[in-house]
């Protein structure tokens, strides 16, 4: 018996996206897509978009490695980071040549659709925008902050919480992303830095309504740990709320959150030097939970060895639940 295959679109969140793609993509049940944001101001991507005006390569190089079936040793000369000493310093060598690609053709998709066939890319990796804009917040006391960096490693006051973020100049999403959000089976959300990795993605014209507008079921994996400054003391509630702000209310079926033991100690480690404590749901609010028109599911996603993360194998033993109709 031929069964159709089903669609899995997943919007790119942190860098576990890419071990979760890895493992997703043997499922031979599934076709893939990865939507990628186009908002990266760190570090060497910053560079190449300064001195090349190009689209940040970081997330789109990571995409392409998750879904490509070339061999490790091309894969590690992709991922290769020259040294700080020299002349290329901290760049890697798939950045540049992306860069390279984008300097020879300013056909974003020609460029990336050569790409990923040089590395046999599996399923579709799509940036979210073929524009290029910036990402701003604004912060509880009006003050306003450009640039993925800057929210991520304040020079404000990082007691300050976001109330808003927004692109600029405005931007409209890329026609493929319109279409593949609307053809999915599945559309999955990933945890990752709200404001700077999952918001981004949302910001663009055309993606939120396009998620509405799909009989996709909308997926959301919520974040095992908070992030000082960015969501310094908030509950699961407040992730899903400032996701509801963008995404609009009702498109939510599922929100996924780690219910598993973390250690004292290693909880205690993470607040002494990182402000972070785990990612919760309010024991006065869980009664509340149950009538949302989003099911919550509770399950053990930890992988906590000296870090503390979410597991890819039990991220996706969730997903096959959802494709097998063990969750309803």
């Given at each position: 018996m031929?069964?159709?295959?089903?669609n899995?679109?997943?919007?790119w969140?942190?860098?576990?996206?890419y071990n979760?793609?890895s493992?997703l993509?043997t499922?031979d049940?599934?076709?893939l897509?990865?939507?990628?944001?186009m908002?990266?101001?760190w570090g060497?991507?910053?560079?190449?978009?300064?001195?090349?005006?190009?689209?940040?390569?970081?997330?789109?190089?990571?995409a392409?490695?998750a879904?490509?079936?070339?061999?490790?040793?091309?894969?590690k000369?992709f991922?290769?980071?020259f040294?700080?000493?020299s002349?290329v310093?901290?760049?890697?060598?798939g950045?540049?040549?992306?860069t390279a690609?984008?300097?020879?053709?300013?056909d974003?998709?020609?460029?990336?659709?050569?790409v990923?066939?040089?590395?046999r890319v599996?399923w579709?990796v799509?940036?979210?925008?073929?524009?290029?804009?910036?990402?701003?917040?604004?912060?509880?006391?009006?003050e306003?902050?450009?640039?993925?960096?800057?929210i991520?490693?304040?020079?404000?006051?990082?007691?300050?919480?976001?109330?808003?973020?927004?692109?600029?100049p405005?931007?409209?999403a890329?026609?493929?992303?319109?279409?593949?959000?609307?053809n999915?089976?599945?559309?999955?959300?990933?945890?990752?830095?709200?404001?700077?990795?999952?918001?981004?993605?949302?910001l663009v014209?055309?993606?939120?309504?396009?998620?509405k507008?799909?009989n996709?079921?909308?997926?959301?994996?919520?974040?095992i740990?908070?992030?000082?400054?960015?969501?310094?003391?908030f509950w699961?509630?407040?992730?899903?709320?400032?996701?509801?702000?963008?995404?609009?209310?009702?498109?939510?079926?599922?929100?996924?959150?780690?219910?598993?033991?973390?250690?004292?100690?290693?909880?205690?480690?993470?607040?002494?030097?990182?402000?972070?404590?785990?990612?919760?749901?309010?024991?006065?609010?869980?009664?509340?939970l149950?009538?949302?028109?989003?099911?919550?599911?509770?399950?053990?996603?930890?992988?906590?060895?000296?870090?503390?993360?979410?597991s890819?194998e039990?991220m996706?033993?969730?997903?096959?639940?959802?494709?097998d109709?063990w969750?309803?």
């Open positions: 031929v069964f159709d295959k089903v899995i679109t997943t919007i969140g942190w860098t576990g996206t979760v793609l493992w993509k499922d049940r599934v076709n897509a990865a939507l990628v944001a908002s990266d101001s060497s991507t910053w560079v190449l978009r300064d001195e090349f005006w190009i689209l940040p390569p970081w997330d789109i190089r990571r392409v490695l879904l490509s079936k070339e061999s490790q040793v091309v894969r000369l991922e290769y980071r040294q700080k000493d002349s310093s901290g760049h890697t060598v950045n540049l040549l992306l690609m984008a300097d020879i053709t300013w974003f998709d020609e460029w990336l659709k050569q990923c066939k040089m590395f599996q579709k799509i940036p979210v925008t073929t524009e290029i804009s910036n990402l701003w917040v604004i912060l509880e006391n009006g306003k902050v450009i640039w993925e960096t800057n991520d490693v304040p020079k404000h006051d990082p007691n300050m919480s976001i109330k808003q973020a927004f692109l600029t405005e931007v409209s890329n026609t493929r992303w319109v279409n593949t959000l609307e999915s089976d599945i559309i999955i959300i990933w945890p990752g830095d709200l404001y700077t990795s999952i918001i981004p993605n949302l014209k055309w993606v939120s309504e396009a998620i507008n799909s996709a079921k909308v997926v959301y994996f919520c974040n740990m908070t992030k000082h400054w960015e969501t310094t003391w699961v509630e407040d992730f899903v709320s400032v996701i509801e702000k963008y995404l609009w209310e009702w498109v939510l079926d599922y929100v996924v959150v780690n219910n598993w033991y973390i250690s004292d100690e290693l909880a205690g480690k993470y607040y002494d030097e990182e402000m972070k404590k785990p990612v919760k749901v309010k024991d006065d609010q869980r009664s509340d149950k009538k949302k028109y989003y099911k919550l599911i509770e399950r053990d996603l930890l992988n906590e060895k000296d870090y503390i993360r979410h890819p039990k996706c033993a969730v997903i096959s639940d959802l494709i109709g969750i309803k």
